[in-house]
């Protein structure tokens, strides 16, 4: 059976536009509503076809569902929750797709008192952005990681695992402060400096912009692909989990430091030491399928 008939999505971009696809492809009998701030992407969501129902307001798409899954940015999530609160039937569940877990539970509690919250977030996506970027197995072979409340029900912990399963997820419950840790290190901290390198790379005088994209298959062009992920996104990720980037930032500058000594002395076999033990980890991601080994991280040319 089913574990949802009526899903409810909000927000119809990169991750809204592939739930619904996936929705569609691996529950086709879910009848899907949709819902987005901008005009132009209900338009585009309702020429996709990638819905079953487009309506104008939130209040309107969760009338008459029993799980509602919010994928707008995540400094958005609170007055979303609040705009579609008096239309939320009492019975349905709410979830979200937001890159941090303890701001998101926070702001939909405080809005949503007595619903069911059960926040997740599926570790999957792509520097694109809008509805037109969406595929339905974005999330097939990825991590979604739910964090549901100390009092959840177990049964609708389970409805919504069974849910994220269909689409192709493996799941993983944990709580949502280690979330945010975790994902500081593994996600956020990454993008922060491929913003940063980008940006250096820049501002630079002494090397034109035309030399810095020429040349960029040295490694720059790889921290380009992140560094063009949506900003109002990423925005509101530093702003929401503030504490435990500040905390990888701090981290990190020490150890950039050290490596900074070790280049100013000389010491090559703390280098090398440093770069084999990258290494190895680069390997077991590969091997537990997280990423592609083919040459140039599978490039099509
Ligand atoms: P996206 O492609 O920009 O889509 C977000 C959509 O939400 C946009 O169409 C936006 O409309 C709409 N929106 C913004 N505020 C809204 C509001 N108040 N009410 C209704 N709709 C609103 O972004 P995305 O990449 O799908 O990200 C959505 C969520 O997924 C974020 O919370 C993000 O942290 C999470 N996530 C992203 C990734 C990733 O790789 N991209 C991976 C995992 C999780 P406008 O055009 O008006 O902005």
Same mark, same amino acid.
């Given at each position: 059976m089913l574990p949802f008939a009526r899903l409810?999505v909000?927000?119809?971009?990169?991750?809204?536009?592939?739930v619904?696809?996936a929705v569609k492809a691996n529950m086709p009998s879910v009848r899907i509503?949709?819902?987005?701030?901008?005009?132009?992407?209900?338009?585009?969501?309702?020429?996709?076809?990638? &819905?079953?129902?487009?309506?104008?307001?939130?209040?309107?798409?969760?009338?008459?569902a029993d799980l509602v899954i919010? &994928?707008?940015?995540?400094?958005?999530?609170?007055?979303?929750?609040?705009?579609?609160?008096?239309?939320?039937?009492?019975d349905a569940i709410v979830s979200d797709v937001?890159? &941090?877990?303890?701001?998101?539970?926070?702001?939909?509690?405080?809005?949503?008192?007595?619903?069911m919250?059960i926040p997740a977030h599926p570790?999957?996506?792509?520097?694109?952005?809008?509805?037109?970027?969406?595929?339905?197995?974005?999330f097939k072979g990825r991590w979604c990681i739910l964090t549901p409340?100390?009092?959840a029900p177990e049964a609708a912990v389970e409805r919504l695992r069974n849910f994220w399963q269909r689409l192709g997820a493996d799941v993983e419950i944990m709580?949502?402060?280690?979330?945010?840790?975790?994902?500081?290190?593994?996600?956020?901290?990454?993008?922060?400096?491929?913003?940063?390198?980008?940006?250096?790379?820049?501002?630079?005088?002494?090397?034109?912009?035309?030399?810095?994209?020429?040349?960029?298959?040295?490694?720059?062009?790889?921290?380009?692909?992140?560094?063009?992920?949506?900003?109002?996104?990423?925005?509101?990720?530093?702003?929401?989990?503030?504490?435990?980037?500040?905390?990888?930032?701090?981290?990190?500058?020490?150890?950039?430091?050290?490596?900074?000594?070790?280049?100013?002395?000389?010491?090559?076999?703390?280098?090398?030491?440093?770069?084999?033990?990258?290494?190895?980890?680069?390997?077991?991601?590969?091997?537990?399928?997280?990423?592609?080994?083919?040459?140039?991280?599978?490039?099509?040319?």
């Amino acid at each position: 059976m089913l574990p949802f008939a009526r899903l409810t999505v909000i927000g119809l971009g990169l991750i809204g536009s592939s739930v619904a696809r996936a929705v569609k492809a691996n529950m086709p009998s879910v009848r899907i509503t949709g819902h987005d701030a901008d005009p132009l992407v209900r338009a585009r969501a309702v020429e996709l076809g990638i &819905c079953d129902d487009v309506t104008d307001t939130a209040g309107a798409s969760v009338m008459d569902a029993d799980l509602v899954i919010l &994928c707008v940015p995540v400094g958005a999530m609170g007055a979303v929750a609040a705009d579609f609160a008096s239309d939320l039937p009492a019975d349905a569940i709410v979830s979200d797709v937001g890159s &941090c877990k303890q701001s998101v539970a926070d702001a939909l509690a405080a809005v949503l008192p007595n619903a069911m919250i059960i926040p997740a977030h599926p570790v999957a996506g792509t520097e694109k952005s809008g509805p037109d970027a969406g595929f339905a197995t974005l999330f097939k072979g990825r991590w979604c990681i739910l964090t549901p409340p100390e009092n959840a029900p177990e049964a609708a912990v389970e409805r919504l695992r069974n849910f994220w399963q269909r689409l192709g997820a493996d799941v993983e419950i944990m709580d949502a402060r280690h979330h945010d840790m975790v994902l500081a290190v593994t996600s956020h901290l990454p993008h922060l400096i491929a913003y940063t390198i980008v940006g250096t790379a820049d501002d630079l005088e002494g090397v034109t912009q035309s030399e810095v994209i020429k040349y960029s298959a040295g490694g720059f062009r790889d921290f380009t692909r992140i560094a063009a992920s949506d900003p109002v996104m990423w925005r509101d990720v530093f702003l929401s989990n503030k504490d435990a980037v500040l905390e990888m930032l701090q981290r990190f500058s020490e150890d950039l430091s050290a490596l900074q000594r070790a280049i100013r002395y000389g010491k090559g076999d703390e280098l090398e030491a440093l770069f084999s033990r990258t290494r190895d980890i680069r390997r077991s991601i590969v091997e537990q399928g997280q990423d592609d080994d083919a040459p140039d991280f599978g490039r099509k040319h």
